[in-house]
Nanobody, 132 residues
Framework: QVHLVESGGGLVQAGGSLRLSCAAS????????MGWFRQAPGKEREFVGA????????HYADSVKGRFAVSRDNANNTVYLQMNMLKPEDTAVYYC?????????????????????????WGQGTQVTVSS
């Protein structure tokens, strides 16, 4: 298991930016795919973005493409979600997650990265609120 802790959430005006961090400890963090998801009030959790073990491959939900960027620093066991041009509809609790099964072969696929059920370890979430 990998223990994940998100930080960096807060209140921001529409058009502003935030950078979320996800600190990992334990397990094969540096070899596994990582994802970001979010859950707005009254809605199901949805995919936001994901990246491969090296960070060389990334994918995003259409709703955030061109505004959000995922990255990772394996030396410091941290994954980031840079959020720019924020909109009120981005308001949600944001979660990072690790797909530990991908660490064995440093595997990555778009389908798997976007599918919540493949992720084994989840952080506790951090609230992002965007005011209009």
């Amino acid at each position: 298991q990998v223990h994940l802790v998100e930080s960096g959430g807060g209140l921001v005006q529409a058009g502003g930016s935030l950078r979320l961090s996800c600190a990992a400890s334990g397990g094969a963090f540096s070899d596994c795919a990582m994802g970001w998801f979010r859950q707005a009030p009254g809605k199901e959790r949805e995919f936001v973005g994901a990246l491969s073990w090296s960070g060389g491959i990334t994918h995003y939900a259409d709703s955030v493409k061109g505004r959000f960027a995922v990255s990772r620093d394996n030396a410091n066991n941290t994954v980031y979600l840079q959020m720019n041009m924020l909109k009120p509809e981005d308001t949600a609790v944001y979660y990072c997650a690790a797909d530990l099964a991908t660490s064995r072969a440093r595997y990555y696929s778009r389908h798997r990265a976007q599918t919540e059920g493949y992720y084994d370890s989840w952080g506790q979430g951090t609230q992002v609120t965007v005011s209009s």
